[in-house]
């Protein structure tokens, strides 16, 4: 699968040069049908009607065929120019989603990884907010590059019509499927991180609230003791 690229090179070079071939028989052939179709001018007296009908009818079929060859000739090779083309640009286009999600996991995983101290969470919150948002507009990215691939699949669909799916084919699907499967899991996990770090830090300020709460009821409590005591002397 990884080596479609370099097989449809080869293939488009062996159908360029098929092309070439034909077309430098062009004149020969045009040169050879001249000759024929004169020779049955200057001596058609010789021949029967029926002898002369049949020769005209297989000199026009071979100019039909030589047309006809030419025609799909330069069309196939219009095709697989047009397949490269698309192919080529949909594999720089998911080349580059490919290096962003990368990175992008590993920046994930650095997160995953980060202290736990209030301090630390409150930064990675922001941390995490900012990167949700990353991940967010690079939505539209892989809209692109699913389009991209859509072009690759509709060229070969049209010069391939009815046919198994090709190497080409199963390449561009596996790595629409691979991208689509990976931005999602990066998502999701995104999001499961921001409500994580959410919770601890909603749990961390409550048990501060609490704490200075109690520490404000210990320090009045020893006031009125340190009152009560005073009083009493």
């Known amino acids: 699968v990884n080596q479609v690229p370099e097989t449809l090179d080869r293939q488009y070079e062996l159908m360029k040069a098929r092309h070439q071939e034909l077309l430098s028989q062009q004149q020969n052939f045009i040169v050879a049908t001249q000759s024929v179709q004169s020779f049955l001018d200057q001596h058609s007296h010789n021949l029967t ?11 026009g079929e071979l100019k039909e065929q030589y047309a006809a060859s030419l025609a799909r000739s330069e069309a196939e090779l219009k095709q697989t120019q047009a397949l490269r083309d698309e192919l080529q640009k949909f594999l720089q286009d998911h080349k ?18 980060g202290g736990s101290s209030p301090e630390a969470l409150n930064s990675l919150l922001k941390r995490q907010g900012s990167f949700s948002e990353d991940v967010i507009s690079h939505k539209g990215d892989l809209r692109f590059v699913t389009i991209s691939g859509q072009k690759v699949l509709e060229t070969e669909n049209n010069f391939e019509e009815g046919q198994e799916p090709s190497a080409t084919r199963n390449l561009v699907n596996e ?28 749990q961390y300020q409550q048990f501060q609230s609490s704490a200075d709460s109690l520490q404000a009821w ?16």
């Not at 990066?186 to 959410?198: N, V, W």
């Open 96 to 113: 580059e989603f490919e290096n962003w999600l990368q990175q992008s996991e590993n920046e994930l995983d650095s997160m995953h990884k």
């Open 218 to 233: 210990v320090l009045t409590c020893e006031a009125s003791v340190g009152k009560l005591l005073s009083d009493t002397v």
């Open 175 to 202: 790595k629409l499927k691979d991208a689509t499967e990976r931005y999602t899991t990066l998502h999701s996990k995104c999001i499961r991180l921001g409500s994580h770090l959410s919770m601890l830090l909603g």
């Open 49 to 59: 009607p029926e002898e002369r009908q049949k020769l005209q009818e297989k000199l």
